[in-house]
């Protein structure tokens, strides 16, 4: 019956990726200069469709985002709930601005953010968005986010929602070097932050290096962060959960993608544990694995 209920499963999956391959086709086909503009969230996109070729598992933002008007489908809808009209948020790795323009309509225009995204393309197309929808309460950085002030290599990879400071272990990949800040120095004044987020791609543990101040001083701060297994080792994880801890903070919800087919299919599972309890999952161990945790300080 197992075996009979994994089978089932491929072919389910075998079967959304086939349609959701002919729709990509068919956008790609009446898009104009390799570009679509799509309403995302309340807000108009403009999304690349010039990748080469038609890879059945390719899961770009871009394609994510033309074929289902959303992506991160549990993070999103969490996000909505907490977000409050004022607030302050500190967007690290903001990528083409999927996060920053729900964010920029649901703290209206008494709240502020900063989104820093370290990459020159993506961070021209987030400030093309921002500029498309007429916003004014996005302020954009280009520079990357470090324990340190300086420079360091950037590697740039097939998918734009997947460059990082890790070196990918496999796979193409360009170099290019990118200044970095640290978190402490760049609000250091800008006052207080109410909210941060951060996809970095398995750079976690040294941008918090760098943000000391701002953890200790933001006595209500949330965070939403990324942990991607396949680019930290378990006891790097166990390292970032234990340090956050260290701040008071302690995970709200915890959102995990056990494999590819539950990515694909939309079927991740959001829970309730604690920071002590993540620390002894064995999740953790599996490169196939991804956790999308939101954090807020105990009182």
């Not at 916003?135 to 460059?163: C, M, Q, R």
Request: hydrophobic content about 40%; proline content about 1%; aromatic content about 10%.
């Amino acid at each position: 019956m197992a075996e009979l209920s994994k089978s089932m499963k491929r072919m389910k999956l075998l079967f959304v990726l086939i349609i959701r391959t002919v729709r990509w086709f068919f956008i790609k086909l009446s898009s104009k200069n390799g570009e679509i503009i799509k309403e995302i969230k309340g807000s108009r996109m403009v999304l690349l469709t010039t990748k080469k070729g038609f890879d059945i598992k390719e899961d770009s933002i871009f394609k994510q985002l033309a074929l289902d008007g959303r992506r991160e489908f549990a993070a999103t809808k969490i996000i909505e709930q907490i977000m409050k009209p004022g607030y302050v948020i500190l967007e690290i790795g903001a990528n083409i601005g999927y996060y920053a323009l729900m964010e920029s309509r649901l703290v209206g225009k008494t709240g502020k953010i900063f989104a820093i995204e370290p990459e020159i393309d993506n961070f021209r197309l987030l400030n093309r968005n921002i500029e498309l929808n007429g916003i004014k309460n996005i302020e954009t950085f280009n520079f990357a986010i470090s324990d340190s002030g300086g420079e360091v290599p950037f590697y740039l990879t097939e998918n734009s929602n997947l460059h990082s400071m890790i070196k990918p272990k496999k796979g193409q990949y360009n170099t290019l070097m990118v200044k970095t800040k640290t978190v402490d120095d760049f609000l250091s004044n800008k006052g207080k932050i109410d909210y941060l987020r951060m996809d970095i791609e398995g750079y976690e543990y040294q941008a918090l290096k760098g943000m000391h101040r701002t953890l200790s001083e933001n006595k209500n701060l949330q965070l939403f962060i990324e942990l991607h297994c396949n680019l930290l080792r378990a006891e790097r994880s166990i390292e970032i959960l234990r340090k956050l801890k260290s701040y008071r903070f302690e995970i709200f919800v915890a959102i995990s993608r056990d494999n590819y087919i539950r990515s694909v299919l939309g079927e991740t599972k959001v829970e309730k544990l604690s920071i002590n309890q993540l620390c002894e999952d064995e999740r953790l161990l599996k490169s196939s694995n991804a956790f999308e945790i939101f954090f807020e300080k105990s009182k």
